[in-house]
């Protein structure tokens, strides 16, 4: 039986790709690749597409004779938008100037006071406890999700529409990847509203301080973020069980009792603010940091809102502790928001249709239990 030809043996670069697909990249050539950004902050396709139709049109030249077979509904609107200026000019009432979408976005229906009897209910600070958005886990120190970043901006496009009594905001975080993508996506709504509604406002940070982050859990590295330490608890458990030597440790058994909750889906939460555990930092202690925190930032910044990217365990000890009772876990990007009275030893603390007022602790006057 004759040997196949030497044509037959040969193929042709284009039936070596279809049999085979395209050539595969090196090594090299896949790193430089760049990859797809998971953050929706710019405006979607269609509407950049409009935009971008919009300013390629020159505002004096003429409008196109209308033709009979255009609609009437079309001519009517084509009539209202030659009609309509490009950029609706600010009102100004009282001395204040705003666009009409801002008027439009805090008009309310419920019966407000006259400026003269407001007065009296003029506060030194306001503090707004967010939790972060929606993370992408909690095995390590995860950013957040495309669906998180969203609702960041929207929070912070909607702080853009209470800006009347605080026209300076300063905005602070937790030290992790979600609350610091938090306070950034924060910061862009808030820009952005202020853009849209034509206000002004000083706008500070982001920034990370020590005082926000979350509960933390004694290891044998020193104390950690409770899900920082996750990776640790679990490769230690790992191996306990695969070599059954020895016992284990007092700080693994409390946070194997943390984690098992959740596992069975039950409020890991819960089990902390109510059960004692020996090496978990307490709520009081971090209600109390809290505080130091929040006071240090009126004292360096007076007269200034104050936007805080934080967790929600010590939001949820914050909470229990103002109301005297647990009120349940805050949603993602849902908050607390504090008051603090003109006197400066008075706040009241809102959370969930509740107002509560309370004194507000003393650094200084924190009591000492075992002598250290």
Known sequence: ??????????????????????????????????????????????????????????????????????????????????????????????????SREYAEATRSHEIIPEPAQRETDDYLSEIRIIRHGIT??????????????????????????????????????????RARQTAEQIQRGLLDGLDQFGRDAVVEGPEAIPELRNFQVWTPDGARDITSAFRQYQALMEKLERMAVGDRPRWLVEIDRFYRTQLGGQDPIQTWLTIPLMYFESPQACVRRFWRGFLRIMEESPNCRIIAATHSGPIRAFATWAHGYDPGEPHNVEEVIVRIRKNGKTALVGYRNRVTEVNIPDPDDVPVWDGT
């Open 1 to 98: 039986m004759p040997g196949p030809t030497s044509a037959q043996t040969r193929s042709s670069p284009a039936r070596e790709e279809g049999r085979d697909g395209p050539e595969r990249r090196r090594p090299s050539e896949q790193s430089d690749a760049v990859f797809r950004r998971t953050d929706r902050t710019d405006a979607p396709l269609y509407l950049s597409r409009y935009t971008a139709r919009r300013e390629r049109t020159e505002p004096d030249s003429p409008a196109p004779e209308p033709d009979d077979a255009t609609p009437l509904y079309l001519r009517r609107f084509r009539e209202r938008q030659d009609d309509t200026p490009r950029r609706a000019a600010l009102l100004e009432v009282d001395g204040e100037r705003f």
């Open 136 to 177: 992408q886990g909690y095995s390590t120190d995860a950013g957040l999700t495309p669906m998180g970043s969203w609702q960041a901006h929207q929070r912070g496009h909607s702080l853009a529409k209470t800006l009347r009594a605080w026209p300076r905001m300063r905005i602070v975080c937790a030290d992790t990847n």
